[in-house]
């Protein structure tokens, strides 16, 4: 059965691409390669998946219904995988008209996709972002997260409700995956974690927000994609709701300071960083914590990778990779 994959050149898109295409799924790949960072990351990521098994990939705007119809030819796939987003919780202070573009057309587009084609399963990534100003910790998915502090967030919380209505008017089958903090190799280079890894080894001083109060419920890449592909495997037609959409965070429960990731990834480099300790900036969260109880019992997810391991597999790939990085 194919599967039709928004945003498969990014972090999470490629690696769980890669994952079902190994268990021997066709995977229909799309893209915009935006150059929010240097695509080439994004083009080393797509030669990662040639050769692997069925995979096709097609660089069009997801917010454009028929770019994705033309590229799709014809075929309807039975199930959609969508993570293509604009990302990023600073940029979306900067450009907020990239995130309406993005995040609120574009989701809109592979809803009404979705409807059109019948699908059996879609699902779709949200993020921890949503729980904003939330006091309440560890986040739970019943939470109230009509308080965002981001504009990204915003987008976010507009995706899950507009998956809400699409599933009670039409009876879509939808799943909503709440991302906390992901990382690992082929990463994103606006986070913490790469950002943090390259000025180490440039000897550049490290900016910490917040005089490092700041603690994340950092989650490894397999993780992640353990849990999305059983997502993808269990719809919310299965469970008994009177509506088929159902919401999970994807974390690793078990939150670190962020003074404890700047300490881990010094050891792995051997470097000690220059810091430079400021504020807190806008649109940032002082803590993330998921709740994971709901994955564990309905998506059998258990996050398996702590952070001192998971930044090691970083660092060694970090290593090879960074310097031809743009």
């Given at each position: 059965m194919a599967v039709l994959l928004t945003g498969v050149a990014g972090f999470i898109g490629a690696h769980i691409a890669e994952a079902l295409l190994l268990e021997g799924r066709e995977v229909i790949g799309v893209d915009n390669l935006s150059d929010y960072y240097c695509p080439q990351l994004k083009h080393d990521r797509l030669r990662q998946l040639q050769g692997i098994g069925d995979f096709s990939f097609h660089q069009i705007d997801i917010s454009s219904r028929a770019a994705l119809l033309s590229a799709l030819a014809g075929r309807r796939p039975r199930e959609i995988l969508h993570l293509a987003a604009q990302a990023g919780v600073r940029y979306s202070l900067q450009n907020p008209a990239a995130y309406v573009e993005a995040n609120l057309k574009g989701h809109f587009t592979l809803l009404d996709l979705a409807r059109e084609f019948e699908v059996e399963n879609m699902v779709y990534a949200s993020s921890s972002s949503i729980y904003g100003g939330n006091t309440k910790i560890p986040f739970s998915e019943t939470d109230r997260t009509d308080d965002p502090v981001s504009f990204y967030g915003a987008t976010k919380k507009s995706n899950e409700l507009m998956a809400q209505s699409y599933a009670q008017l039409y009876g879509l089958p939808l799943l909503g995956l709440r991302f906390f903090t992901v990382y690992g190799p082929w990463g994103r280079p606006d986070m913490a974690y790469w950002i943090f890894a390259e000025r180490i080894l440039k000897k550049e001083p490290i900016?910490?927000?917040?005089?490092?109060?700041?603690?994340?419920?950092f989650t490894f890449i397999d993780d992640i994609v353990r849990g999305t592909v059983n997502a993808l495997n269990r719809p919310a037609s299965r469970l008994d709701l009177d509506v088929p959409h159902r919401i999970y965070n994807l974390g690793n429960d078990q939150p670190k300071q962020l003074m404890d990731l700047i300490r881990v990834t010094e050891a792995r480099f051997g470097i000690e960083a220059q810091k430079v300790f400021e504020p807190m900036q806008n649109g940032d969260l002082e803590k993330t914590w998921a709740n994971?109880?709901?994955?564990?019992?309905?998506?059998?997810?258990?996050?398996?990778?702590?952070l001192e391991d998971g930044l090691e597999q970083f660092a060694d790939w970090f290593r090879v990779y960074w310097k031809r990085y743009c």
């Open positions: 900016h910490i927000f917040n005089h490092g109060e700041m603690s994340r419920d994971i109880d709901r994955a564990r019992v309905e998506l059998d997810y258990t996050p398996e990778i702590g």
